[in-house]
Nanobody
Framework: QLQASGGGTVQAGGSLRLSCAASGRTFSNYALGWFRQAPGKEREFVAAITWNGGRTYDQDSVKGRFTISRDNAENTVHLQMNSLKAEDTAIYYC??????????????WGQGTLVTVSS
């Protein structure tokens, strides 16, 4: 089970740190990723990190602003989001899987946490 937290409402230019805690099993051998879904849009890839720390980002949307990290000992993954923009408003989901940017390659999903960026 994956439990995402840390969402909220922030003004444009502000920061939020999302966390995702895994329970019930260890995900140390999985890549962990973040996806987001804005109202009326499809769920899209944000970032992923492999078990040994290799990072992938959706460069177009979050380049230089978001940082993904993980703590295998604590079975958690974080997403530090800086310089937030109104277009970052979405429900953010954590997931465990291959580490790619394809949704179908992730087998485990958290329930999502809402991020609202006001302009």
């Amino acid at each position: 089970q994956l439990q995402a937290s840390g969402g909220g409402t922030v003004q444009a230019g502000g920061s939020l740190r999302l966390s995702c805690a895994a329970s019930g099993r260890t995900f140390s051998n999985y890549a962990l990723g973040w996806f987001r879904q804005a109202p009326g849009k499809e769920r899209e890839f944000v970032a992923a990190i492999t078990w040994n720390g290799g990072r992938t980002y959706d460069q177009d949307s979050v380049k230089g602003r978001f940082t993904i990290s993980r703590d295998n000992a604590e079975n958690t993954v974080h997403l530090q989001m800086n310089s937030l923009k109104a277009e970052d408003t979405a429900i953010y989901y954590c997931a465990a899987g291959s580490g790619s940017n394809r949704r179908y390659e992730y087998n485990y999903w958290g329930q999502g946490t809402l991020v609202t960026v006001s302009s």
